[in-house]
T-cell receptor, first 116, second 112 residues
Framework: DAGVIQSPRHEVTEMGQEVTLRCKPI?????LFWYRQTMMRGLELLIY????????DSGMPEDRFSAKMPNASFSTLKIQPSEPRDSAVYFC??????????????FGEGSRLTVL | QKEVEQNSGPLSVPEGAIASLNCTYS??????FFWYRQYSGKSPELIMS????GDKEDGRFTAQLNKASQYVSLLIRDSQPSDSATYLC????????????FGSGTQLTVLP
């Protein structure tokens, strides 16, 4: 089975430009998470969805960040306008909501964003 | 206090030695804990979970949980160069929002 698929893998853009990151979760997983990872702050939860509905977006740093999940197989994280401090690796992860949570999140390979 | 805190390291140990990775947590995190391993340039993967006070062993890995001290640790026996990675401690948030909160990670290097 395919794992979590993220695109693009690498993105280099200039300050002020719009950035859109994409994620396809594992089929059948009803939770989807967006994390951001930097050396300074580690792995931070930005937002998560359950059955396509945003549940907690308290980790979204500013109004410049927005996320959508129009259907069970696709989510986007958008940054507009982007700033150099947004440079990080953005991970999408998914898990099943069936049964007891085992603690296992399935991560995509990440999107490395560099804002110049 | 951050919900989950780790010694940021980095930590270097010689091959064959025991590597000890530590993590503390706040009351905002429930008492289910997980260790993820992340190789450089890769995504995190779950390697251990622990729910009860005491030790849990899986091969060369032992997770330890001390609820009274709010302390979690991971021991890696007979460390190998292939164990070189960043190790992330994660706790399950309390309340209805059941999500993982990660520590900042400890970078481990096992020297041949």
């Amino acid at each position: 089975d395919a794992g979590v698929i993220q695109s693009p893998r690498h993105e280099v853009t200039e300050m002020g430009q719009e950035v859109t990151l994409r994620c396809k979760p594992i089929s059948g997983h009803d939770y989807l998470f967006w994390y951001r990872q930097t050396m300074m702050r580690g792995l931070e939860l930005l937002i998560y969805f359950n059955n396509n509905v945003p549940i907690d977006d308290s980790g979204m740093p500013e109004d410049r960040f927005s996320a959508k999940m129009p259907n069970a197989s696709f989510s986007t994280l958008k940054i507009q306008p982007s700033e150099p401090r947004d440079s990080a690796v953005y991970f999408c992860a998914s898990r099943s909501g069936q049964g007891q949570f085992t603690g296992e999140l399935f991560f995509g390979e990440g999107s490395r964003l560099t804002v110049l | 206090q951050k919900e989950v805190e780790q010694n940021s390291g980095p930590l270097s140990v010689p091959e064959g030695a025991i590597a000890s990775l530590n993590c503390t947590y706040s009351d905002r995190v429930s008492q289910s804990f997980f260790w993820y391993r992340q190789y450089s340039g890769k995504s995190p993967e779950l390697i251990m979970s622990i729910y009860s006070n005491g030790d849990k062993e899986d091969g060369r890995f032992t997770a330890q949980l001390n609820k009274a001290s709010q302390y979690v640790s991971l021991l890696i026996r007979d460390s190998q160069p292939s164990d070189s990675a960043t190790y992330l401690c994660a706790g399950l948030s309390s309340g209805s929002a059941r999500q993982l909160t990660f520590g900042s990670g400890t970078q481990l290097t096992v020297l041949p």
